[in-house]
């Protein structure tokens, strides 16, 4: 089933404020969470409206929390999610960062005490598209227990999935954004995989007694996901969990940190853009590998996804349409005033 | 071989003099090319002697030239390592953007025009012990010719192995150091494996077809190197290639960019220190994975072999030390006055 994006916007936007948020928070929240559909990230995308509907209910944020800036000295940003929806507190965040990057070169903010922040890669696109470079991470949930990624040569999980996202202006969408998971795969693989019971690929998972499978069941049976690339993804977890946690605290959801460098500044009147530009144009026309059609800059799957969706409206699984219905009906939403289904 | 560390980098450091380098650089390269050895890094190690010493001679950098501060406005501090060797440039860079970041919070510092900038965890970790969070990228050397790393899904070269390194001050040896190549493996671990052609790990390269191989000798023949974590390393890579030749210009070898935080401003009175260290006691103590003796920290086991180094001496390989005998007497060094071969 394919729905048109404004109008799943406007209906994901009334079931969170029927749920208690402010009419902003929850549009702002429904504009990122159908960006995120529209651009192919389904994970982050529909089947979030009702899940953060539920989030409510169970106390994960509380849907009055409003994100403020606390502080703000030259360099250090500091946001303050109320205990609310993450999503306005990183929208705040990025865009004040950019804002004093502009003006000063450079500007690092901290987000803390709020609910899911959506897919960070957003916010850092925000930023490279005010001409700076973002870089952006989170963490620090371990100690609000169940850790599930190992270290490099550990059975026991230490770590979340601590996601870094970096962004820069320019290229075949206008900003090449790069968000990954520091875990070899992100979880919703695995949950994935654990409905059909199908092997995982080698190297992913250890079971509870620390040796490598192949079998979902091991994960979800006391087992660990294991770091990207070994002790790289290793580095980069710890670094994410140190600072978000060690420096910032106990975390609500998990806390972040956002960096944003001026180019102009760093440039220091060289013709970057144009260069970037030329050399984003020779990597994309690079002979593909065996079992690829092209060589794709970062940022561009999603680039096509949104004009394909655009067009043909945004496919939502009738499980998760049927959860929104169900959220709707509680609200005493009248659907047939809010008719999200194409044609 | 074992040889006493004092008197290698005497030798050392005297080699490059002989060659050109005016006293104090010369003493910074030995003495971070000593620190390397001592740390195990090997592929930094004593190796590097003979070969800058080459490097003056085949003019990939100007003994003389000098590693100067060229521009500082309040956030970013620019480096021109006047030709010269690279680690002077970085050493300057790195004592800049620390001193910088403790007075207002944050900088960045670029070094460009400079030779081989040896190993990078080493600057990171000198800002990490100023109570920093260090970020440290390099590259642009696709501009002059021959990159060897291919973008996900495409077959020909389009990045160096562009490495990153981040550091924070703490853990069992004082600093968590995390310094990686983004390709899967470094350049290295190749040419080693040329010299017995045995086969190598999956996924490692591609030959000049396109297609994975095992086969060391695909890639001296016309194939690539993978990036690390497919799409993740690729990212990292890109972002890295854009921003030290995007907007640094063309390099010399390669281009950086390094960025400091205060940690004290970060954490705004947060105990930063003790949480950081409890969380890395605990990573620490937890159960190592089938055959890994115990979970380390990035950082401890350069320490480890540091601390087994400085009371054993460092291993010299014969065709290295001859290099060096070479050298020395093509100087007129008289050896027997700089005796470092340990009884």
Tied chains: 1, 2.
């Excluded at 929390?65 to 940003?77: F, K, L, N, Q, Y």
């Excluded at 929208?91 to 003006?103: H, Y």
């Excluded at 990207?228 to 978000?244: C, M, Q, R, V, W």
Aim: aromatic share 6%.
């Amino acid at each position: 089933m394919r729905f048109d994006a404004d109008l799943l916007e406007t209906l994901g936007a009334l079931l969170l404020v029927k749920g208690g948020m402010a009419k902003r928070a929850a549009a702002t929240v429904a504009s990122h969470v159908m960006g995120n559909a529209l651009r192919g990230v389904d994970s982050h995308g529909v089947v979030r409206f009702a899940q953060y509907r539920e989030q409510i209910v169970e106390g994960i944020f509380d849907p009055a929390g409003e994100a403020t800036v606390t502080s703000s000295d030259d360099s250090v940003i500091r946001v303050d999610g109320g205990g609310g929806h993450g999503v306005p507190a990183m929208q705040i965040a990025a865009e004040t960062v950019l804002e004093r990057a502009r003006e000063q070169g450079m500007a690092t903010a901290t987000v803390i005490n709020c609910g899911h922040t959506g897919r960070i890669g957003a916010f850092a696109e925000t930023i490279a598209r005010g001409n700076c470079l973002a870089v952006i991470t989170g963490g620090g949930s371990h100690a609000r227990g169940k850790p599930k990624v190992a270290p490099y040569g550990g059975r026991e999980g230490v770590m979340s999935t601590n996601p870094y996202a970096f962004a820069l202006p320019g290229g075949p969408t206008g900003a090449v954004v790069v968000d990954f998971a520091t875990s070899v795969v992100a979880q919703g693989k695995l949950l994935a995989a654990s409905k059909t019971n199908e092997p995982l690929a080698p190297g992913l998972i250890l079971d509870q007694s620390g040796r490598p499978s192949t079998d979902v069941r091991d994960y979800y049976g006391g087992g660990v996901l294991l770091p990207a690339a070994g002790p790289k993804g290793y580095g980069l977890g710890l670094i994410a969990e140190l600072l978000t946690h060690g420096v910032l605290g106990d975390p609500r959801a998990l806390n972040w940190i956002m960096i944003a460098i001026d180019l102009d500044r760093l440039g220091a009147g060289q013709p970057y853009q144009a260069r970037m530009d030329a050399y984003l144009d020779w990597v994309k026309s690079s002979a593909p590998a065996e079992g690829f059609d092209e060589v794709l800059i970062p940022g561009e799957p999603e680039q096509h996804c949104l004009a394909e969706r655009e067009r043909n409206g945004v496919p939502v699984a009738d499980e998760v349409w049927q959860e929104m219905v169900t959220w709707a009906d509680r609200g005493g939403i009248d659907l047939s005033l809010y008719p999200p289904r194409l044609p």
